[in-house]
T-cell receptor, first 111, second 114 residues
Framework: RKEVEQDPGPFNVPEGATVAFNCTYS??????FFWYRQDCRKEPKLLMS???SGNEDGRFTAQLNRASQYISLLIRDSKLSDSATYLC????????????FGTGTRLLVSP | DADVTQTPRNRITKTGKRIMLECSQT?????MYWYRQDPGLGLRLIYY???????NKGEISDGYSVSRQAQAKFSLSLESAIPNQTALYFC?????????????FGPGTRLTVL
């Protein structure tokens, strides 16, 4: 089983739609959780950290469910510029808590 | 100017050649990382360094070596390149004590080994 699993998509949605991605992780000892965004052929960039209480940043909401070992990302009012691959990232169980990256979920927002 | 830079941005080479990928950062971070990204596999950690005197293997270090020449510079070498090392390589930095702090990535180097 992969340490971090995501639906690769693509998720095709029209502008203005609400879309949600889930990600499951296998290491129950993981302490930190993130969503990174990666545009085609570009470097990943941190979108938001995911806190136990859930957190919101504008149109983006991230939630963590430790019992079921999944995190989610909700995007409201999708924009064309939201088209990208969204990487689920968790910390591993080594001494320095290395980051473990999911393979990403691709989102395509159309006019 | 970009905070994390990588050179070259693209490289095509032949099997058996020695290749060096370079990474420089102006963020003043102590921690630097090398990852490779392959379709369907996500980013995988090759090597990481917590300071100039500290080098550690990641999950896929075989066939690679690194050098931390200074706080700002971390290079990755392929001593004898092979085709399955064809990938997109990213350098990253972080300034925190734990990986809980944000990692900042360079623009990547696209390496093709023929």
């Amino acid at each position: 089983r992969k340490e971090v699993e995501q639906d690769p998509g693509p998720f095709n949605v029209p502008e203005g739609a609400t879309v949600a991605f889930n990600c499951t992780y296998s290491n129950s000892a993981s302490q930190s959780f993130f969503w990174y965004r990666q545009d085609c052929r570009k470097e990943p960039k941190l979108l938001m950290s995911v806190y136990s209480s859930g957190n919101e940043d504008g149109r983006f909401t991230a939630q963590l469910n430790r019992a079921s070992q999944y995190i989610s990302l909700l995007i409201r009012d999708s924009k064309l510029s939201d088209s990208a691959t969204y990487l689920c990232v968790v910390t591993g169980n080594t001494g320095f808590q290395k980051l473990v990256f999911g393979t990403g979920t691709r989102l395509l927002v159309s006019p | 100017d970009a905070d994390v830079t990588q050179t070259p941005r693209n490289r095509i080479t032949k099997t058996g050649k020695r290749i060096m990928l370079e990474c420089s950062q102006t963020k003043g971070h102590d921690r630097m990382y090398w990852y490779r990204q392959d379709p369907g596999l996500g980013l995988r950690l090759i090597y990481y360094s917590f300071d100039v005197k500290d080098i550690n293997k990641g999950e896929i270090s075989d066939g690679y070596s690194v050098s931390r020449q200074a706080q700002a510079k971390f290079s990755l070498s392929l001593e004898s390149a092979i085709p399955n090392q064809t990938a997109l390589y990213f350098c990253a930095t972080s300034g925190g004590i734990g990986a809980a702090n944000e990692q900042f990535f360079g623009p990547g180097t696209r390496l093709t080994v023929l």
